[in-house]
């Protein structure tokens, strides 16, 4: 049995279908784009990022700790070592025959009190030396543990606002197609469309819902970093704070720093170059070795049998000989200590400049596709767009034509989130890469203590 069609109901139902739907695509921008929305300046400011990860960062936290720790053993070691002191009895009788007459075994004829200072003729300063590097080193492992931390929470609101920027463009995808499933649904009834497009529709349905699940996942896997980071719950971004949010991170710098300059100023280069000046304290302390450190002991004694000398004094110096052990395995440990750190700080350089290269020019490449994007063809698929809706109202085109456009200009938007994710991360990596000057209350008060 065939279904009979009726030329003016069908020409009413698919203008009514067009023009709803013209009007739901046609209105349906990214929510976004038009919301108001709260500054978000503390989300972008790297000062105030810095500070939060500054006073509630766990690992920064501990980093601080263990630079004070580093005072106490810079403390330690320009202290002298505590002197030993020994008392004692000398001559104890040891039996009854050799006790002179009125004394017994509680007499002893000499009693005498001595007192050691270790002196370290040699390496005591070498070992301060060691202590004023380890106090800048820790120092410096502080400020790169800051930095490294405060590009992880820059990264982190990146993803966030990334994240919410592909669950609205998701969003936005979805509505469209469900109204499209429910007209396709229509006109099946109708026998104006066939059973398989109203399938395929229902696939892509389920294709955008899945996407929005991945997008739901990842953002929140970054309020979970977020809350990792600063041990605060990761704030709730608006329709519209994300899209600010991107354009203020994203923001590509009009000058690039000298990185020659900067380099100088890399705590992973100040740490490399600590490391290699401990090494070469510890090389000159592995030399010394031969020199042993003795003990100068002073000792006063009341004898009661010499007669006319009961009281007399000593003195005397002790300390280990460098026979089997002369600091020749200290010496090559050291060494090798002191070449690597060198190897380490050439490669350093080399790969810190061809890295600041290639992420600049990344982050240029991204800008200008970025900027591209923004000014030629989104405008244009607009317009495009525009002229599909007007022909669709005059019923020039099919209805499948202008959601075809529709869904390119919609994966243009996507393109573009994909372009400010990637210039997001090329900008985090730059920071990562290369140091920032930091406030200077964010500096620890070892800091300003260290030599």
Do not use: C
């Not at 017994?104 to 060691?130: C, E, I, M, S, W």
């Not at 120092?139 to 609101?157: N, S």
């Not at 000057?437 to 500096?443: E, K, Y």
């Amino acid at each position: 049995m065939t279904r009979r069609r009726h030329p003016a109901r069908f020409a009413a139902f698919r203008r009514l279908s067009a023009l709803g739907l013209v009007g739901l695509l046609a209105t349906a921008t990214p929510a976004w784009a038009a919301a108001t929305v709260p500054p978000v300046v503390a989300l972008t400011s790297e000062p105030a990022l810095a500070a939060l990860i500054w006073a509630q960062n766990p690992d920064v936290r501990q980093a601080a700790f263990a630079e004070r720790q580093s005072l106490a053993d810079l403390r330690r070691s320009e202290l002298f070592p505590n002197p030993l002191v020994d008392v004692g009895q000398l001559s104890l009788p040891t039996g009854l025959g050799f006790m002179p007459e009125g004394t017994n075994l509680f007499h002893a004829p000499a009693q005498y009190v001595g007192v050691t200072q270790p002196v370290d003729f040699t390496k005591r300063p070498l070992r301060q030396a060691r202590a004023q590097y380890g106090v800048r080193l820790a120092h410096w492992q502080t400020l790169d543990m800051h930095k490294q931390r405060t590009a992880d929470l820059l990264a982190v609101v990146g993803r966030l606002a990334i994240s919410q920027l592909r669950l609205q463009l998701w969003h936005e995808q979805t509505v469209v197609v469900q109204e499209l499933v429910r007209l396709s649904a229509l006109t099946a009834k109708e026998g104006f469309t066939a059973p398989l497009d109203h399938e395929k529709l229902l696939l892509e349905q389920g294709r955008l819902q899945t996407l929005a699940d991945l997008a739901r996942i990842t953002r929140e896997q970054a309020r979970n970093d977020w809350a990792m980071l600063t041990l605060t719950q990761a704030p709730e971004l608006q329709s519209g704070e994300a899209e600010r949010i991107m354009d203020r991170l994203a923001h590509l710098p009009v000058q690039w720093p000298d990185p020659t300059v900067q380099l100088d100023h890399l705590p992973q280069r100040r740490m490399l170059e600590l490391q290699r000046s401990q090494a070469g304290v510890d090389l000159a302390i592995a030399k010394q070795l031969w020199v042993p450190d003795v003990g100068v002991r002073v000792a006063y004694t009341f004898d009661t049998l010499p007669g006319n000398i009961p009281h007399s004094l000593a003195w005397s110096v002790s300390g280990p000989i460098p026979v089997f052990q002369a600091g020749e395995a200290e010496t090559i440990d050291a060494q090798a200590r002191s070449e690597a750190y060198t190897v380490a700080l050439q490669a350093q350089a080399s790969t810190t400049a061809f890295n600041e290269a290639n992420i600049r020019q990344r982050a240029t490449l991204l800008s200008q596709g970025l900027v591209t994007l923004r000014s030629e063809r989104l405008p244009a698929a607009r317009a495009t767009l525009a002229r599909l809706q007007t022909a669709l109202t005059a019923r020039g085109i099919p209805l499948t034509d202008f959601i075809q456009v529709r869904r390119t200009y919609l994966d243009l938007e996507g393109v573009r989130v994909d372009l400010l994710e990637q210039l997001h991360t090329a900008l985090v990596d730059y920071r990562r890469l290369l140091a920032w000057q930091l406030p200077d209350p964010l500096l620890s008060p070892a800091a300003k203590e260290a030599p």
